[in-house]
Every structure is written in structure tokens, then in C-alpha cells.
């Protein structure tokens, strides 16, 4: 029943994250096709990629096109309704980061029922969550936020690891898939309030 | 019969694709190997996008290596006859929108050996049009022409909806591939005629 | 026996690469996830996109998920280490062009192994010896560096036709392998010494 109520928590996070790819892709004045295309493709780009690397057929959205409809979908409604948008800023901001955390569990979930050892989990789980992201800066012509933002690969490896672990240990399903979704979406959202940030790395020599 | 046709207006357009990523890496002053390199994966890459996407194995180029000798011989041929080519300028542009109605019909012709369901042989037939010249640009560190110009992405999906919707409503296979053909292309060299384009969708509020 | 070598230096210029990605990454003042993550997909990414493309699963690192450990822990030594490393600058340029030789034999090596036609060897021996600077480039938000620089991808084809090329001429394999690694790192390191580099392609009209 969790992960029921887990796979419609999915499809609001889909949506969502289609809404913000398609707001980036009005920044950068795209037109309407390439606005639904980067939708598209930041929605389930990450999925796809992980299906590809661990050769997990078909993909989602091979499988079931009407995903292809919800993404497109919620980027035709923000090219619509995009002038009240800004209103909606800290939904966003929320749908974002369960959108997050949602696809990490989702993407460590799907390792874990092909018997991947536990590191592979894990990456399963990261580029679920962040490969979405950064298809749409590539696509943008942007240095990806991932390797900079927020605490946004942190939260993704600290909730797969938790929700991963915690299965491994043998604890109750449902116990372990909430409390890794707590703790990720509450990392995430303190992390934007108070603008927490990973240290950086910083060198200035050039190799050559 | 129209198949095989069809399959030799592919090797004319691979060619041609080939070319003007040459021209694009000339722009960029990549040296010869880089040209080759960058003429190969835009000729072939929206080809294996597809087939890594749909589990469609061998990939063309590692079942048929020839036509990297294809790409690859277009790209040397550049070099030698550049400084004659601007005056070829529109033979080119004509080359190009034959390769991106061709690719998408067969793109989606692969899908519809496959019995993907009907979304999924559209975007099978604009994946295998128009990803390799995101690549280009991508390797370029441009943003995608796709996302911009005129009617490129909406040309594919225009082609593949006629041919992919005339097969399933069982009309000749011959009629509907030239009809597809003939569309997908008189809309293209409009396009570029009267600089047709998509309406934009332009955001000016930041997220963040 | 050689083959067991290789494996050796392939760990070595593996986490070589990732070093040269964090150094990259710290350029650009990532944070240390980030900085982790690039190094993984540098020196992962070639060997994975390799298989993703001959469809040979499970990807090394899927299957041998220490090797991640390899590439993170390096990234970890980078950031600890990065105030001496301005000193080991020559030991890292002989390290980096070491895994471009070793990358593109393995690469090639796999696809020999799958009974591939010889320009698809060639084409193995490449991707896994170039694609993980690429990646590296394109998330750095740079022009992939292969596409210019001194006889990079040169180097890598020159070495996998010594390889591919003397095993199909029935000499001996470890004598075959040791030329070609040889012939290789001698001509990546006199090309860096004497600043080789291939013709490059100038062209300065624009198509459209």
C-alpha cells in the first residue's frame, strides 16, 4: 500500500519536475516543442539512463507511454498558466524536493529487486534522483547545478542509503520507506532555508 | 521496392548529415580526427540513441561498420572540398531536411517492427531525427538548434504522425511513406523560406 | 600474465583519471560531491558507454563495484592532497596518457572478445579510451578537449590498430600488447613534450 501511495506521490514528483524543465526552458526563450521535449527529457531522462546501465527493459516509459503524456501534459499547462506561476514559487521549490527524493527511493528500489550489490543501489538511487537534472542544464548549455547546488546529490545519497540499509538490515518496509522520505525531504528543504552547502573544492593550478 | 529506395535516400542523407557537422567542427577550427569524430556520431547517434533506448540490438553501425566508413569518408571529403562548398550552400540545406524527414520515418519504422505502442514510435522516429544534431551542438557546447529553430523537432513529429497514423489505419505502405515524405519535406524548406518558427514560450522570473 | 599486468596498470590509470577530473572539478570549485561524482564518470564512463553500445552487460562497474571505490576514494585523496599536487604535475600527465593507451587495448580487447568486425574493435578501443574526457568536458561545460587537443584520440587509434590489427594477424598477443603500449604512450608523451598536434580543419562561412 506505501509503495502504491508511493508510485502517486511519483507522478505528482514527474509532473513537477517537468514544470520546472519546462519554466528553465522558457528562461532560455526555447519554443513550444523544445519546451515539451526538455520536459520530457529531464523528467525521465534519469530513469532511462539507470534502466540503461543496469539493462533493466523496457524502459518506464517504453513501458508505459502515458508517462510521456504526463510529461508533456504539465509542460503545455505551465506554458499556460506560466504568468501565475511566480505566485507558486515555494510549491515548486517542495514538489521539487519530494520529486528528489521520490525518484532516489524509486531508483534504489528498482537495483534492489535485480539483486545489485549494495554500491550499485546506491548509484541506481543518485542517478535516478539527479540525472534528470542535469540532462536539462547539458541541454541548456548550463555547468549542471548538481555538482554546485544545495545539498541536492547529499540528500539523494543519504536517503538511499537509508531506505537501502534500512531494508538490509531487515526492518519493516513501510517504517524504513517513510522515514528515509522524511529525513531526505527535511535535509533538502533546511538545506534551501538556510542555504546549507557541501564544501567545495577549490584549486587554481592548471595541469597543462 | 519503395523501401530500398528508401534505404538509399539514407545513405545520401547520412552523408549529407555527416557533412554539415563536418562544417560545424570546421567552424569550430577541431582538427581532422575531431571532424571525423564529430561527423560520426552525428550521422549515427540519433540511430543508436533509439536502438540503446529500445533494446534494439545491434546497434546500425556495429551490425553494418561500413557506414562508419560512410560518415567518416563524407567528413575527409569536406575537408578537401570546403573552401567550393558554400556554393553548395542550398544543395546542403536540402540534404539536411531530406536526413530529417528520412531518419524519422526510419526511426519510427523500426518501432513499428518492434510493436512499440503508437507514443512510443513517435518518439522513436523524433529521437532517431533529431538527436544527433543535439549531440552536435551539445559537443559544440551550444545549445541545441532543436530547442530554437525552425519547425525541426515539429517536422519530425509531423512526419512520423502521418506515416506511423497511415500504417495503422492500414492505407498503402508505399503511398503513406511518400506522402509522409513529401509533407515532412515541403514544410521544412517553407520553414526555411519564410522563417516559419514555433511560437516561443518566454519566463522571465527566476526560480531561485 | 600481461593480461594480468594490464589489470594492474588499468587500476592505477583509473584512479589516475579520476584524480585528473578532480583536479578538473576543483578548477571549477565544485563541492566534494560533485567532485566525487565527476571523477566517477570520467573514469567509468568510456568503458560504460562502450558497453552500452556492444550491449555487453553487466557494465564493469556494475559488476565490480569496487572499482567505484577506486575512482571515489581517489577523488577523496585529490582534495586531501591537492596543495602538493602542483608538484606531481609531469607524474600525472605520463599517469593520464598511461590510461589513454591502457583504456583504448581494454576497450578493444572486449570488443575482440565479442567477435566484432575490426572497425567496431577500433571504434571500442576509442570510446573506452576518449568518451571519459568527453563527459568530463561537456559537465565541466567546456568543448571536449579530444576535438583539439595534441593527438589525443590520434594516439588511441593508432594504438588499437597496432593491437587489434597484430592479433589478427596471428603474432604473438604479448608481444602484440606491449608494442602497442609502446607505440602509444611514446607518441602521447612526444606529442605533449613537442606540442604534435593534427592538422586542424578551418572553415569560415556560415550555412545559414
Redesign the interface.
Known sequence: MTLYLLHIIYLVALAAEAM?A??A???????????I??ACITGLGGG?VRD????H???S??GS??L??VTGGAAILT?II?RH??KL?RV??FLDAVGLVVFSIIGSNIAIGLD?????VI?AG?ITGCVGG?LRD???????L???AELY??VS?ITVVIFAGGGRLGLDHNIVLLFALGVGLCMRLLALRFGW????????????
Open positions: 520546472t519546462a519554466l526552458a522558457g528562461r532560455r526563450s526555447m519554443d513550444w516543442v523544445g519546451v521535449l526538455l532511462s540503461l546501465l543496469l539493462n527493459h523496457p524502459l516509459w517504453v507511454p502515458e510521456l503524456l506554458i506560466a506561476m511566480y514559487q515548486f521549490l545489485q550489490p549494495f554500491l550499485v548509484a543518485m542535469v547539458i541541454l541548456c548549455n548550463d555547468v549542471p548538481l555538482f554546485r546529490a547529499t545519497v552547502s557541501m564544501p567545495k573544492f577549490v584549486y587554481k593550478h592548471d595541469l597543462h
